[in-house]
């Protein structure tokens, strides 16, 4: 049994054969989390990985899958970081995933510099909202809006935790691509790849994805497009595989 509370459900992340806790009011994830899961470069064996602005736990229970390595989710949100904890907890994952509720910025002390293999993160995407927008849902405004971390606050924290040669995965918005690379280079992330993503073919891409590594060489890879709908307005078949598995 899981413990649901308000309006909650339990839902399938179908290609993982896991279940998430959700509420529509508080936070729900979207394809930009399983994109980035998917997109991630992952240890196999052993390792450490941290999720940062961990929502309700979907980036470490996606990529729980793939990988050996424990992983360490944080969230400063109180309600997400409990969804995550039960998530975690319904999965019986708790051996290998565990959840902190905590400030990002305070990470490196608490978690230490130079030690992380791989750091995650769907950050907040748009600048602060006005005070209204807060005071509407201020759980869907804090995990939208750059009111408690800031994007240079991510970037900064991922190259602090990670060791010599250790990768940083982010999603975000195109318009965001100037800052996101400029600050990766200013905090020693060197940008190796980078994938557009789009809503079909003949639109303007609404996503991005970029990994670096820490002191890493110069060279930049701009991976092939990916469009999420075809033109009959149906998952494309790269997007139905990703979210459903090989047997769709």
């Known amino acids: ?6 309006d909650e459900r339990l839902d399938y992340l179908l290609a993982e054969n896991l279940r998430i806790i959700q509420s529509p009011s508080v936070f729900a994830f979207s394809l930009d989390a ?22 309700n736990g979907v980036i470490p229970l996606l990529i729980s899958n793939k990988t050996k390595a424990t992983i360490t989710g944080v969230e400063i949100q109180e309600r997400l970081y409990d969804m995550a904890v039960r998530s975690v907890s319904y999965n019986h994952l708790d051996e290998q995933i565990k959840m902190i509720h905590g400030d990002v910025k305070e990470m490196p002390v608490y978690l230490g510099h130079n030690k992380y293999d791989v750091v995650t993160c769907n950050p907040p995407y748009f600048l602060s909202p006005s005070q209204d927008v807060v005071n509407a849902n201020e759980h869907l405004a804090i995990a939208r809006h750059e009111i408690l971390c800031t994007l240079e606050d991510v970037i900064r924290v991922s190259s602090q935790l990670l060791r010599q040669g250790g990768k940083a995965a982010f999603v975000h918005r195109p318009d965001r691509l100037m800052d996101i690379l400029t600050l990766m280079r200013a905090y020693n992330l060197e940008p190796k790849r ?20 820490r002191n890493g060489n110069a060279g930049l890879k701009v991976l092939p497009p990916l469009f999420v709908y075809n033109n009959k307005n149906e998952y494309t078949e790269e997007v139905r595989e990703i979210l459903y598995g090989d047997e769709q």
């Open 34 to 55: 399983v994109l980035l899961a998917r997109f991630t470069y992952l240890p196999f064996q052993k390792g450490n990985i941290v999720d940062l602005c961990s929502g």
């Open 1 to 6: 049994m899981v413990d649901l509370r308000g």
């Open 194 to 213: 980078l994938r557009f993503v789009y809503p079909r073919a003949g639109k303007e891409a609404n996503t991005i994805l970029v990994e670096g590594i």
